[in-house]
T-cell receptor
Framework: QQQVKQSPQSLIVQKGGISIINCAYE??????FPWYQQFPGKGPALLIA?????SEKKEGRFTISFNKSAKQFSLHIMDSQPGDSATYFC??????????????FGQGTILTVHP | NAGVTQTPKFQVLKTGQSMTLQCAQD?????MYWYRQDPGMGLRLIYY???????DKGEVPNGYNVSRLNKREFSLRLESAAPSQTSVYFC???????????FGPGTRLTVL
């Protein structure tokens, strides 16, 4: 059962454009939503994360938008650069219950930024 | 400070063979995890260890066993490898469960 659904599977953006990746979750107990970035041949690395007490979090060119009622969250990359070309994963976990501390990942989005 | 290290980087097995994937972290983290990554399926949790001395099943534990040898090391064993276990395996650690997870470089395993 896929509890976190991510779209699109792949995304091509021109340099300077905005990249948007969306995720939807089912488990209402989820309360921690990180995004991971993975370059080819490397392990994923935390990019940015949000907890549901805020609707938006921004770090440099990266912004997470969170909609608790819709059970959706998204990653926006402003002024996309070729160096942003990577695979992006959303994830979710909860502070309690059977999902405590266990990240459930989305399927991943392969982002390509053309120069 | 190496972070999370995994050995080996690559491995080819024949169906039915066994092997152990090694993972170690030098960040004094309490929690450690094993994931597998398959195309189009993201990362799926195999087993995790919230603290030294404890282990628990994740989403896809069948065909695997784990050992939390000490606080630093967490190994994953395939007793009888199957082609369906062909995947990239990642180990991760976090200070405590529910915190940022740090990933190793991965082991690419092929089972023929």
């Amino acid at each position: 059962q896929q509890q976190v659904k991510q779209s699109p599977q792949s995304l091509i953006v021109q340099k300077g454009g905005i990249s948007i990746i969306n995720c939807a979750y089912e488990n209402t107990a989820f309360d921690y939503f990180p995004w991971y970035q993975q370059f080819p041949g490397k392990g994923p690395a935390l990019l940015i994360a949000i907890r549901p007490d805020v609707s938006e979090k921004k770090e440099g060119r990266f912004t997470i938008s969170f909609n608790k009622s819709a059970k959706q969250f998204s990653l926006h990359i402003m002024d996309s650069q070729p160096g942003d070309s990577a695979t992006y994963f959303c994830a979710a976990s909860s502070a309690g219950g059977t999902s405590y501390g266990k990240l459930t990942f989305g399927q991943g989005t392969i982002l390509t930024v053309h120069p | 400070n190496a972070g999370v290290t995994q050995t080996p980087k690559f491995q080819v097995l024949k169906t039915g063979q066994s092997m152990t994937l090694q993972c170690a972290q030098d960040m004094n983290h309490n929690s450690m995890y094993w994931y597998r990554q398959d195309p189009g399926m993201g990362l799926r949790l195999i087993y995790y260890s919230a603290s030294e001395g404890t282990t628990d099943k994740g989403e896809v534990p069948n065909g695997y066993n784990v050992s939390r040898l000490n606080k630093r090391e967490f190994s994953l064993r395939l007793e009888s490898a199957a082609p369906s276990q062909t995947s990239v395996y990642f180990c991760a650690s976090s200070e405590i469960a529910y915190n940022e997870q740090f990933f190793g470089p991965g082991t690419r395993l092929t089972v023929l």
